[in-house]
């Protein structure tokens, strides 16, 4: 239905009635699911409402600035749909938000990823879903793959975060055998993410997804479902936010603002940023367990260097983080920013109802290359200028040959 719109050969109000109509005296009371089909209807709702959305403010003059009139007269079980919807996410026992968000879009809806490393499993990320299917907005092989590859990098930031976070514990040393070897695998997996989205856009647009799909139909169904919520957005994903915790990354006020999007993911990963935030970084203890100060690193980086060689893992650790940034900008700069700055050139503008000048949650290119620079500039990039050209700038080959045996398989 949301493609027959979109091509005008169907009013836009038609998914809406159907959704009425058809749909909603189908659905089961909230109180009598349990906790997975909860899961389940988010999903499937979090698109119908999206699209909803979507069609009553593209066609309705102001729609944007009264975006829940969108579901006016729409009711299930008798109850409002956002009500209705709000109690379904409250069923999940998971705290999720009052509206389709990334959680419900990519990690529940996706179905269950295995990464492994050579015949070893490193991370398990779940789906709600056994059926091979992925839902998306227009049914187009583009948005799976999209929604699939999002995940594919969630999963493995997850195997890199299992391997981290427990550091992050008091009492533990961070330059034993046994801890460097943890540094050394979390490098080779996030080489291997950087890889992954690498691959992807190297592929033509009938294999991704072509620009103006991307621009015109993906992102315009992120639209509010009220004035103030947050929409789902790759920012969303708890795990590269942990991360960022977990590495350090010298942003004034990036705590702010991933606080800002706290309404949007789920409790546990609330708490877990919470406490992530209220620790030290990695590097600021592993600096503090070799009692090196700041200012050492950067005037006797090869002194520092020579009494505590295990800096060399960590500093790569760092480098491969901050490449992987590189390369999402780079995704995001093909996709979203470079189409859409030819499109201001060529005066055709922005759309009117999600910017393509701006992420979803409101990062524009600038943002982005801040942050991006911010991970660059991490707490052992001092030692850059003193690590000779094999050991510390040809990381892709050289420092990470086991990225090339990670892989990501869809298991379920």
């Known amino acids: 239905m949301n493609r027959a719109i979109l091509a005008r050969d169907i009013p836009p109000g038609m998914l809406a009635d159907q959704a009425r109509d058809v749909l909603f005296p189908q ?21 119908v409402g999206a699209s909803v959305a979507r069609h009553y403010q593209e066609w309705n003059p102001g729609g944007k600035e009264t975006p829940e009139r969108a579901f006016d ?42 990464v492994r490393r050579g015949h070893e499993l490193m991370s398990v990320l779940p789906g709600v879903f056994d059926d091979g299917r992925i839902r998306s907005y227009t049914g187009t092989p583009g948005e ?3 929604f699939l590859l999002i995940k594919k990098s969630e999963a493995i930031e997850l195997a890199v975060n299992e391997l981290l976070a427990p550091l992050s514990g008091s009492g533990i040393g961070l330059v034993t055998d046994e801890t460097l070897e943890r540094v050394r695998v979390a490098t080779s997996l996030i080489e ?22 991307f621009l015109d139909v993906f992102r315009q169904f992120a ?20 991360r960022d915790f977990l590495l350090g990354i010298g942003l004034t006020g990036y ?25 030290p970084t990695l590097p600021e203890r592993l600096l503090n367990e070799l009692c090196v100060k700041p200012d050492e690193l950067r005037e006797a980086a090869g002194a520092v260097l020579g009494r505590h060689p295990c800096l060399v893992d960590w500093y790569r650790l760092l480098t491969t983080h901050a490449r992987a940034a590189g390369a999402h900008l780079m995704l ?31 990062m524009n290119e600038t943002y982005l290359e801040r942050l991006t620079r911010a991970r660059q500039e991490h707490t052992l990039a001092p030692l850059r200028a003193a690590l000779s050209a094999e050991t510390a700038e040809k990381t892709a080959e050289p420092e990470v040959p086991s990225a090339a045996s990670v892989s990501v398989a869809l298991v379920g």
């Open 73 to 114: 007269g729409l009711e299930v079980d008798e109850r409002p749909f956002r009500e209705y919807f709000a109690g379904l996410a409250g069923r999940t026992g998971r705290g999720h938000y009052g509206r389709d968000s990334y959680a419900s879009l990519v990690r529940w809806n996706v179905g269950t990823l295995e």
């Open 255 to 279: 705590d702010q603002h991933v606080r800002k999007l706290f309404p949007a993911l789920l409790d546990e990963e609330r708490h877990a940023l919470e406490e992530l935030m209220a620790q």
């Open 332 to 362: 995001s700069k093909k996709f979203l920013f470079k189409p859409q700055r030819r499109r201001d050139l060529a005066g055709q503008g922005d759309r009117p109802l999600v910017s393509n000048r701006a992420g979803t949650t409101g």
């Open 27 to 47: 659905l089961p009371a909230v109180d009598g699911l349990t906790a997975e089909e909860a899961q389940r209807l988010v999903v499937r709702l979090g698109f």
């Open 144 to 146: 799976e793959r999209f």
């Open 223 to 242: 639209v509010h479902w009220t004035r103030d919520d947050i929409p789902p957005s790759g920012a969303l994903d708890p795990e590269s936010l942990k």
């Open 192 to 213: 291997a993410m950087r890889r992954l989205f690498l691959e992807f856009a190297s592929l033509p647009p009938g294999l991704s997804m072509p620009d103006e799909h």
